[in-house]
């Protein structure tokens, strides 16, 4: 018995002597993030449609409005991506409607997140029957469709413009997010710091704002990453079926002038081409950004060192189960250079 | 039993939210569309039909709000969704009955095939990781990112207009007579065939990335490592071990964005004029057919919320520790 | 011997020639040129019927180097050098670093079976007990009914103390103890020559830790395998190993007999390493933490890579990696001259002048 309390005791002792190494030398760092390839060719592309959408006004080479004799022209060096069946350019409607699109996806992203963030921390930090409800009502919203949702809001609103649009899709789209922030603070509740600051006696609102909430940046990040893509497609998508005001310009209005047009039908390719295609760019660097932010929230994901030239060039296949085994042939010297320095030959 | 018991209780409740919030869009909005409407149905819209509407919209203003819901919860029950106003008089529930076959067999079945080759392709690329497979990974995060229904267009351009291989609109050929015979099936699905794929090549993207990432957490797990050590043959390991564990979050996954990819495969109808539920709300959005509107909603809903008890049972079959702890 | 379908081999007894040769071994984590190297030409041999303890603070590669030995290191791991022979009852010796997927794959299990770090997660959670056990015998006698490996893998769990209707149970159903048990039912399931346990005992309260590590010394009397045995508790290694080699920052810095580490160690790091636990039984030792830190092995620096924290640290640490070699003390008989330390202080160039402090001299 006395050995046994003698271990136990060790535990308590011993164990910040021997057991305190940081295991990961990897470990995140608060600007990897930024070194990631992939989240920077994201916010290289969002920077891009950011300005696009502060100057557009400006730099669009004709009113997107004004029609001309040219009707439904080909690309063409007075119009680079052609005109529409009254004779407006194309290519201004583009750089004009940048501007709601991201005007849309911001104001419903940031809504939404701010939604999710205050019911998702509170359900998980109350706990109780507090949590109950709000994870019933998140659970609820997760599965009632969006979409459907948005389009019968906006259908039955006299007007429904940019703003407005944005922010019904902002109050349905927060549960995602909620049940996110939800598991995060229950995991973080309990973690020592918490605790400690918890048994300090502070005040329940500053432990939130102060203790858990920095710590989840990431996951509210991917979070708001996560709706501003949505909120995106659904607007350009409401667009396209015409329930916001059509001369709001966005890319989504674009595709419905050519839609409703017959642009297919007539092939005139440049009408919504070039419009699906801003779409899909801009969609591709939000989830890139997002892949960004989950590689660096799981570590797991990270595909460190894994240069395919570097791979190739040293014939290494990087798999599970089967520890790759580095082949030099006999009598090559610069492995003994690149594994440093070995024993006794330096003195 | 627990897990059952509380997924009812979780399945009633948003059930009742679906129809609570039915009800209350139309009484929180602003104006009053519906009164318009009926003044130029004058006359020809009947007593008990117009006793529906006053019910559905709330026009009733002289009962409480309490009485609305519980006469609101009456029609329902007794299937009374209203008369549509396009299509007047035909009662909104003929007209939804109608087309949810249509895309239940045109979503749902191109939604599943979707689910289950983005899974198979997910495996196979996250457990080829850092090979050649990679390769793969730009392509699909393009096509996650483009928007359903411009790929519904794209098809239409390429496959339609230019190469004339399949019709742009409509779910199968007027001239015929709808009924079990070869013809008529194989006219549906010559009809299907191209807003099908369009489905499948545009919510695919979604899987595979979701899946491919869960395969490569999941395979530095330490039991994958265990069968490797148990000189497992490799396919063993990766279905049996490495998928098999990482299919568990995708089907909750696929519970939870079941009303997103719904969503947007229902504009997908829209752009190929198929005769289900998303062109008949598409319609009633362009009419502004009340009714109608609320008509497809609800049971849109109502099959999402379907599809995700059935999601929820086979998560159930396939994670013994859901099973126990509901 | 309880009615057991294993086919028991008579024990040994008696520590006997190699089974289990590591040389040389280096291993990198990560693909490109500025590679952590984790391991620089460790090399160790186990030999049959033996006991070896492998200990060491955590982070000093003591799994590495079980996992590098049986090319389970997960990517990025990378071995660079060395060789790995594992030599069969027959005498057969083969190359594991250079076997084919097919000849590993087919070895695994029955040659070198292991016991992973934390049997938390060594269980896949969505499969019972026993199908996980039988797909294990199953893999490598194809003909066998799965009827058949079941009843075996009854047998296994009866063998480490496990009713075996728990079977039919998930791995969640279990208590930590068990699923422990459950691993090394598992590991013991094809009767292999070699078992590796990489902290078998851990995660344990310290009843279950005892009777774990008494379960395996009677198991191991009975069947007969060699263990390497792996833990950053010396105090438990004195119990059931025979030998110990003593690990630090990627290196083996001392190698020798369990009961020469415990009372004469004679690397400042085993002696520190030692005075850091207590004993289980015995008389109680003062306890001291050892100060410092262990370095970052993606910059280590020259010469030894204890020497920042070592008391008797001399200018030649700072400079020179010392060798694995034989002790300064070599003439005091059989068992000191078996005995490896890679340390100054028992090089007769650089040491000699000063004599070997006394706290390693005992
Ligand atoms: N994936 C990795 N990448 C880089 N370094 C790693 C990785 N995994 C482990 N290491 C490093 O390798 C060293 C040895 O780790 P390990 O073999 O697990 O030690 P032990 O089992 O003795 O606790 C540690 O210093 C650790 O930081
Ligand atoms: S070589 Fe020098 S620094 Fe290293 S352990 Fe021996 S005495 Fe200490
Ligand atoms: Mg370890």
Known sequence: MAQDTSLVESETVVEPAVEHRT???????????????????GIGILLFFGVLAVVGPWIAPYDPNQVSVDLLQPPSWTHWLGTDHTGRDILSQIVVGTRGVLVVGLIAGVSATVLGVVVGVTAGFVGGAGDETLSALSNVFLVIPQLPLIIIIAGQLPTAGGVTVALVIGATGWAWGARVMRAQTLSLRKRDFVEAARANGERTWRLVLAEVLPNLTAIIAAGFVGTVTFAVMSQVTLAFIGITPVSDWNWGTILFWAQNNLALQRGAWWWFVPAGLCIALLGMALTLVNFGIDEFVNPRLRSTGMNARVLRRRRIRPRIGFTPVLRTPPGAGPRAAAAGPTRKERS | MRFAVRRTIFYLITAWAAVTINFLIPRLMPGDPVTALMGRMQGRIDSNAEESIRVLFGLDTSSSIWQQYVDYWGLLLRGDLGLSFTFFPTPVAEIVQQALPWTIGLVGIATIIAFVLGTSIGVAIGWRRGTWADALLPITTFFSAVPYFWLGLIAIT????????FPSSGSYDRGMVPAWSWEFVGSVIYYGFLPALTVVLSSIAGWILGMRNMVVTVSSEDYVTVAHAKGLPERTVMVGYAARNAILPQVSNFALSLGFVVGGTLIMEMVFSYQGIGYTLFQAVNTQDYPLMQGCFLVITLAVLGANIIADFVYAALDPRARQEG | MTASTLDVPAPTGAVGEPVLEIENLSVDYGYVDDATHVLRDVSLTLHRGEVLGLAGESGCGKSTLAYAATRLLPPPGLITSGSVHFTDRDGRRTDVLRQSDAELRASRWRDTAIVFQGAMNSLNPVYRVGRQIADGILAHRPGMRRREAWDQAASLLEMVGINADRLRDFPHQLSGGMRQRVMIAMALALDPQVLIMDEPTTALDVVMQRQIVEEIADLRQRLGFSVVFITHDVSLLIE????????????????????????????????ALLHSFPPLRGERRELTGIPGAPPDMHRLPPGC??????????????????????????????QEAARRVACHLHDPASAGAHGLPPDLSR
Request: glycine fraction near 8%.
């Open chain 2, 158 to 165: 390429v496959f339609s207009v230019t190469l004339g291989w």
């Open chain 1, 23 to 41: 295991r990961d030398p990897r470990r995140p760092k608060r600007f990897l993030f930024l070194r990631n390839g992939k989240a920077l060719t």
């Open chain 3, 240 to 271: 059931i190993a025979d030998r110990i080699a003593i690990m630090y920052a990627g290196d083996i810095v001392e190698d020798a007999g369990a009961e020469e580490i415990y009372r004469r160690p004679r690397h400042p790091y085993s002696s």
């Open chain 3, 305 to 334: 890579p204890f020497a920042p924290r070592c008391a008797h640290a001399m200018d030649v640490c700072r400079e020179v990696r010392p060798g694995l070699t034989a002790t300064a003390l070599g003439d005091r008989g059989a």
